[in-house]
């Protein structure tokens, strides 16, 4: 039986989404956006089956809405969405990395034809909008559903079995419990990482050699400083609770390390830090827990043409699924180390025993 799937914003998510839900054959496909070009970008690549100029018009034709939108702009939908006068019922879920101001939203929906579950793929890529937009964007990506308190289980389970293409790992969550986690883990880590460049570029004022030595570390921890600001401002907004909350722990956690260093507690400093790495080094690795298994093993090589894709020929030849790969410390002309992650243990052992039979020098995360 077809299904009538209508995704509004067909950006990097969005996009990646029609294209994923697309292929099903079940699914019908309808996107809007407010960019033509996207629009013409979506159909010319076969994203979509079917563009709209009038959501409401288009939302009484679909089974399912999802709003690949801006949190402010997402809560203005949903507003809209209210006013549609449906014949039949229809599950409508968002992409929003911030679950409460969504559901707040939700809850206030009069229209008992709307079924609302909220979500959030948690995936992404440095690149964005439609031209970035991937079908296996969220293969193996953990993908939160939030059903809200009026929405029965139904709704929930119909939305998880077509997301069941994504290949994506399904979990339910409360949210202000999503909320939380997420903003200990994505959001707070983001302002971090914004307030460290921000250092470094007041500093580079004093030395300006800062930009040639801020090297693979610095880079590695700030990398999502360079992320979208508009985007990542509407984030905070709606969650800043949280995000104060954060800050405030976060500057009695600077105010303990002060004190650890200004008093020189050096064993105290040592305990500090070889806990903060074993709770890092066992992120992940609990294969019954919401967060895919990953074993790494750090890869020697050469900066020079085809290094890379030696490593994994080799590992493709023996049936060893990369499913990660970085480039580390990387300079011209030295050697550079490249991290594969794999899935199991016993894959990391046998990409370290091929690689080290093919003359690699490498070391294995414990």
């Not at 409508?92 to 709307?114: E, G, L, Y």
Request: charged share 25%; proline share 2%; aromatic share 6%.
């Amino acid at each position: 039986m077809r299904r009538t799937i209508l995704v509004i914003g067909l950006g990097l998510i969005g996009g990646s989404l029609a294209k994923s839900l697309r292929s099903a054959e079940e699914n019908y496909i309808i996107g809007y956006d407010i960019k033509e070009k996207t629009i013409e970008f979506a159909e010319m690549n076969e994203i979509i089956h079917e563009s709209c100029s009038d959501i409401r018009e288009a939302a009484k034709k679909a089974d399912y809405i999802f709003l690949g939108t801006h949190i402010t702009e997402t809560v203005n939908i949903l507003k809209e969405l209210e006013q549609v006068k449906f014949n039949h019922d229809v599950i409508i879920s968002d992409v929003s990395s911030v679950k409460q101001t969504i559901h707040d939203a939700a809850s206030s929906i009069n229209n008992k034809h709307i079924q609302f579950v909220g979500g959030h793929p948690m995936a992404g890529s440095h690149k964005k909008g439609i031209t970035a937009a991937k079908g296996h964007l969220f293969e193996n990506a953990i993908y939160v559903l939030s059903p809200s308190a009026n929405c029965p289980d139904s709704a929930a389970d119909k939305l998880e079995n077509i997301l069941s293409v994504t290949n994506s790992h399904i979990i339910k969550l409360k949210a202000n419990e999503h909320d939380e986690m997420t903003g200990v883990v994505s959001h707070f880590p983001h302002l971090i990482a914004s307030a460290l460049v921000q250092q470094a570029q007041k500093w580079s004022l004093t030395h300006s050699y800062i930009p040639k030595l801020a090297a693979g570390g610095f880079r590695d921890v700030t990398r999502i400083a360079s992320s979208n600001p508009e985007l990542w401002q509407d984030i905070f907004y709606h969650n800043k609770q949280k995000m104060i909350h954060m800050i405030e722990d976060w500057v009695s956690e600077m105010n303990d390390l002060k004190k650890m260093l200004k008093e020189n507690h050096r064993a105290e400093l040592t305990n500090y830090l070889q806990q903060a790495k074993d709770y890092r080094d066992g992120l992940g690795v609990n294969e019954k827990g919401a967060f895919p298994a990953y074993y790494d093993l750090y890869v020697d090589i050469r900066d020079q043409t085809g290094a890379i894709a030696s490593v994994a020929n080799i590992l493709a030849q023996e049936n060893i699924n990369i499913t990660n790969i970085r480039i580390l410390e990387i300079r011209e002309g030295i050697t550079g180390a490249l991290r594969l992650s794999v899935s199991t243990k016993s894959e990391q052992l046998d990409s370290f025993n091929i690689l080290k039979q093919n003359g690699y020098d490498l070391v294995l995360e414990e």
